[in-house]
């Protein structure tokens, strides 16, 4: 058997005077060449070798892998003690044939694992490190309020309330100036302006309500309101 690397051109494997013996019987094998990974021989056509782009998973027990072709360098199958990656059938390694710790971080290639392969629920809160998860990792709109546990949010967990809107009736603006009730109320850095409504001031002892209101554009009139 004759097998030659980079023949007739560069990642090309060529063979000649090769034979297959088998079930008693020997074969002899047209001689030929190909620039495709995987080169088999099949049982029902036991003349010629055949070549693929992927693994051939179709072969059956009486069929063999014969050569491996990397790039223009030949492995012939059955006398290698060495397996190369590319020799393991699609999906013949299954998780519980891997030994714990085996398959590490730098064995993944980046973008690698997508969400769809991961179980629902296989990834805790304790596999994830501290600040592993930033703002930008998260897509817009994904976290709502029925993923959020109860209780879980406190006021030490919230850096700012810019943005926020309750229903119109309490928003607080980019520059954290708030307003309330549909801004009839407003505070900022100039004080409280109320629109379009008393201004009350209840006396903590008497309980008595007082009404501050402009009764002309020029000074305020101050009433007294029990309730």
């Not at 019987?25 to 088999?40: E, K, W």
């Not at 891997?98 to 590490?104: G, K, Q, Y």
């Not at 520059?175 to 009730?181: C, D, F, I, K, T």
Request: with cysteine.
């Amino acid at each position: 058997m004759i097998v030659q690397d980079n023949t007739p051109s560069p990642g090309y494997i060529s063979w000649s005077d090769v034979k297959i013996s088998y079930k008693g019987q020997v074969y002899n094998i047209a001689d030929g060449n190909t620039n495709l990974p995987f080169v088999y021989w099949k049982y029902s056509d036991p003349n010629y070798f055949y070549a693929s782009s992927s693994y051939p998973t179709w072969l059956t027990d009486d069929d063999l892998l014969v050569f491996l072709n990397k790039n223009g360098i030949h492995l012939t199958v059955p006398n290698t003690t060495i397996i190369d990656g590319s020799l393991i059938v699609p999906e013949s390694i299954l998780t519980n044939a891997l030994a714990a710790n085996a398959v590490t971080a730098e064995k993944i290639a980046a973008g690698a694992i997508t969400a769809s392969k991961i179980v629902a629920d296989a990834v805790g809160a304790q596999a994830i490190a501290t600040g592993a998860i930033l703002a930008e990792h998260l897509a817009a709109g994904s976290v709502t309020a029925s993923v959020i546990a109860a209780d879980t949010i406190e006021a030490k967990h919230i850096k700012s309330l810019n943005g926020l809107n309750v229903n119109n009736q309490f928003v607080v603006d980019e520059n954290g100036n708030v307003s309330v009730s549909n801004d009839k109320v407003a505070l900022d850095t100039h004080g409280v302006t109320v629109k379009q409504a008393d201004f009350l001031v209840e006396d903590p002892i008497t309980s008595v309500k007082t009404s501050i209101k402009n009764k002309s554009s020029s000074r305020p009139f101050i009433r007294n309101v029990r309730c």
